[in-house]
């Protein structure tokens, strides 16, 4: 079926009138009908008939048009979900978070996102900083939100610095040493609650470790997940390196202790990274890395020093 002359049908059809649908598809009356004849000839069909001065549809006319203006019909609001894809109001957004900025950055950031683009599709996998950076650079993801402070030099990564999030050294609220200052010898006497190999916060503790010349915490458990390891010391047991962001209420409550080390300030870098060498991004990214960079943030690009 000829769709260029199905379209002309289907405004002549809507408008009863030849003079009216040439005048809207600004072509000449005469191309309006030859099209019309052409398509008849095509079908078999006779779509037309003479009403006085105007026209009406046939029997065949009238099914044709309702079948066929369903297919316009589809077609503009395909053109206008597509325009919104282009302004970024429609589409999917997949980011790959580790378990802080997931729990305590990155709802912040969406829900103002969502008020904004509601009909952008939002999926979220958090993950320790090594999986969340192969999952970037994958192309499973869009963006990489993570705590990191050494990259690799060759690592094809653009970075936005976003914040600095503070680390505390805590321990159970009972524990003889909770609110005291020792020393980072005294702390790796104690029973530690690590994450997962990859994990960057593991990594920073051991590198903490090598600076001052101490072994390595003994390992009391070993956690995949951020709240499960702060439970556990809420619960009685472990010392471990957490963030100010997730335990500050529960240490002003007495429901967990804080130890601090002379001359150890812990803050950690939080980055939103994307694929390094891309032109251009996906509307719905740009929108969204355009919300949340206005925020004062720094760019890095991957070869920064450190």
């Not at 009356?29 to 079908?43: D, Y």
């Not at 066929?68 to 790959?96: C, F, H, P, T, V």
């Not at 600095?164 to 980072?184: Q, T």
């Not at 870098?269 to 890395?289: N, Q």
Request: glycine residues 6%; negative net charge.
């Amino acid at each position: 079926m000829n769709l260029h002359a199905l379209r002309i049908f289907v405004e002549v059809a809507s408008r009863q009138s030849v003079t009216a649908a040439a005048e809207a598809l600004a072509i000449s009356q005469p191309a309006v009908s030859a099209q019309i004849r052409k398509l008849e000839n095509e079908l078999g069909l006779s779509l037309l008939a003479p009403d006085g001065r105007g026209i009406s549809l046939t029997d065949e006319g009238r099914f044709l048009f309702e079948k066929a203006r369903r297919i316009y019909d589809w077609e503009r609001e395909i053109e206008s979900q597509l325009a919104e894809i282009r302004q970024g109001e429609k589409g999917k957004l997949r980011i790959a978070s580790t378990y802080l900025p997931s729990n305590y950055l990155v709802p912040k950031w969406l829900a103002e996102f969502k008020q904004h683009y509601e009909h952008v599709d939002v999926e979220i996998r958090t993950r320790n900083s090594l999986q969340s950076i192969e999952l970037l650079l994958s192309c499973q993801v869009d963006l990489a939100i993570v705590i990191k402070e050494a990259w690799e030099d060759d690592l094809p990564i653009d970075r936005v610095h976003m914040t600095d999030v503070l680390y505390w050294f805590i321990l159970p609220a009972a524990h003889p040493l909770a609110g005291k200052e020792i020393s980072i010898e005294q702390l790796v006497q104690e029973p530690f609650l690590l994450r997962e190999q990859g994990s960057s916060t593991r990594e920073w503790l051991f590198s903490l470790c090598r600076e001052h010349g101490v072994r390595r915490p003994r390992v009391g458990l070993q956690y995949h997940g951020l709240i499960e390891s702060i439970q556990s010391v809420r619960a009685g047991y472990g010392t471990m390196l957490a963030p100010a962001l997730a335990v500050e209420e529960m240490v002003e409550r007495n429901e967990i202790g804080r130890v601090t080390v002379p001359g150890v300030e812990i803050k950690r870098p939080v980055y939103i990274c994307t694929r390094a060498g891309e032109s251009s991004h996906r509307p719905v990214v740009e929108r969204f890395l355009e919300m949340v960079l206005g925020k004062g943030a720094v760019s890095n690009k991957k070869a920064d020093p450190q």
